[in-house]
């Protein structure tokens, strides 16, 4: 079992440029999360699917942050456009039945 | 708002020395709660579930309802539990925002 795998694991972009991350979670993990983790914090909930419906997206900034989650399996996250403030990592998590959750290695956003 | 804080950022210990870490709750519902850990370079995995009553690594979690904290011990500190850990109550889907662990030689 390989858990959960993100791609890339690093990404350097200039501001304004469009950037996607990609999580395939857990086999058989029904929640998807993507979280955001800025230096010495800890990781901030940015969208949380239930299959393919997205039950929590409160803190996910709509107007140039997007997700989806098509067939309920693998999902992406993207940036479009970018600023310096969205440097930070960005996780993604799975969890079955019983709230624990599996996070990735995450992608480190560095935008300059 | 932040809804469990933890009140050290860094906690040093020697090896042998018995460590405690804090997370503070002011979330209403059913207090439970995760700790998570983060060793260097790897990615952060649950360590335990408070109310599982299990010992992993030889922590142990409990909670004081009176103080609305949740406490991770454990009595004798390793060199290799040196670590980010990071308390998240049950279903909320937050974090606090970590406490460092350094264990020195």
């Known amino acids: 079992e390989a858990g959960v795998v993100q791609s890339p694991r690093y990404k350097i972009i200039e501001k304004k440029q469009p950037v996607a991350f990609w999580c395939n979670p857990i086999?058989?993990?029904?929640?998807l999360y993507w979280y955001r983790q800025n230096l010495g914090q800890g990781p901030e909930l940015l969208i949380r699917y239930e299959n393919e419906e997205a039950v929590d997206d409160s803190q996910l900034p709509k107007d140039r942050f997007s997700a989806e989650r098509l067939k309920g399996v693998d999902s992406t996250l993207k940036i479009q456009p970018a600023e310096l403030g969205d440097s930070a990592v960005y996780l993604c998590?799975?969890?079955?039945?019983?709230?624990?959750?599996?996070f990735g290695p995450g992608t480190r956003l560095t935008v300059t | 708002a932040q809804r469990v804080t933890q009140p050290e950022k860094l906690l040093s210990v020697f090896k042998g020395a018995p460590v405690e870490l804090k997370c503070n709750y002011s979330?209403?519902?059913?207090?439970?709660l995760f700790w998570y850990v983060q060793y260097s370079r790897q990615r952060l995995q649950l360590l335990l579930r408070h109310i599982s009553r299990e010992s992993i690594k030889g922590f142990t979690a409990d909670l004081n309802k009176g103080e609305t904290s949740f406490h991770l011990k454990k009595p004798f500190a390793q060199e290799e539990d040196s670590a980010m850990y990071y308390c998240?109550?049950?279903?909320?889907?937050?974090f606090g925002s970590g406490t460092k662990l350094n264990v020195k030689p």
């Open positions: 998240a109550p049950l279903g909320k889907f937050y």
């Open positions: 998590a799975s969890s079955g039945r019983r709230y624990e959750q599996y």
């Open positions: 086999s058989g993990h029904n929640t």
């Open positions: 979330y209403s519902g059913s207090p439970e």
